[in-house]
């Protein structure tokens, strides 16, 4: 079970960057398909990015096209996400979780971080 923690959120003006980190632990990260989801209050919980063990393939959802993306340093066992253009619509919870292949379901990813609040105020 490798365990991730997540850094980087924070409070920030519409049209600003933030960049995400999630660190893990163990030797098996290199193994690992990665994703980010995000939470806001009183939604569920839904899919941003994902990235492929080699970093070659990746995956976002349609609202993050083109302002957010995501990438992994296996050396370092951790993963990004990089933040462009911020909306007040991407506050929220953000967590990163670990799977065996890219997926955009909750239920492909068996382990998660506790998450880190992005605030986007206007």
């Given amino acids: 079970q490798v365990q991730l923690v ?12 933030l960049r995400l980190s ?4 163990g ?21 941003v990015a994902a990235i492929s063990q080699s970093g070659s393939d990746t995956l976002y959802t349609d609202s993050v096209k083109g302002r957010f993306t995501i ?5 370092k066992n951790t993963v990004y996400l990089q933040m462009n253009s911020l909306k007040p ?19 492909g990813y068996r382990s998660w971080g506790q998450g880190t609040q992005v605030t986007v105020f206007s």
């Fill in 22 to 25: 999630c660190a893990a632990s």
């Fill in 71 to 75: 990438s992994r340093d296996n050396a």
């Fill in 27 to 47: 030797r098996t990260f290199s193994w690992l398909a990665m994703g980010w989801f995000r939470q806001a209050p009183g939604k569920e919980r839904e899919f």
């Fill in 6 to 17: 997540e850094s980087g959120g924070g409070l920030v003006q519409a049209g600003g960057s």
């Fill in 89 to 107: 619509e991407d506050t929220a919870n953000y967590y990163c979780a670990a799977a065996s292949k890219v997926d955009l379901t909750l239920e």
